[in-house]
């Protein structure tokens, strides 16, 4: 891998299952409402945060390339 991530957490989406901060500690955080952020707005290309965006089970979760828009997940039809 090598590419930086963009994280993007839909909150109107996000259900607060915590799924996507127990696959990827470092990725997400919960807030007091049970939302998930990420971290940060950015993140070094990880299984973990992939797996994390793939887990999620409303899809709440969009990861691009961070130089080139490039979908990473959900992947580009
Ligand atoms: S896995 Fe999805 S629904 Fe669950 S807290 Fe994370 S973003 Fe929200």
Redesign the pocket.
């Known amino acids: 891998m090598g590419d930086r991530w963009r994280v993007v957490?839909d909150r109107n989406?996000?259900?607060?299952?915590?799924?996507?901060?127990a696959a990827a500690p470092d990725g997400?955080r919960?807030d007091s409402a049970?939302?998930?952020h990420p971290a940060a707005p950015e993140t070094d290309a990880a299984e973990s945060v992939l797996a994390?965006a793939e887990?999620?089970?409303?899809e709440?979760?969009t990861l691009t390339v961070a130089d080139s828009g490039e979908a990473v997940f959900p992947p580009e039809e």
């Open positions: 957490v989406v996000c259900i607060g299952s915590g799924m996507c901060a997400f919960l049970r939302q998930s994390a887990g999620c089970p409303v709440a979760i």
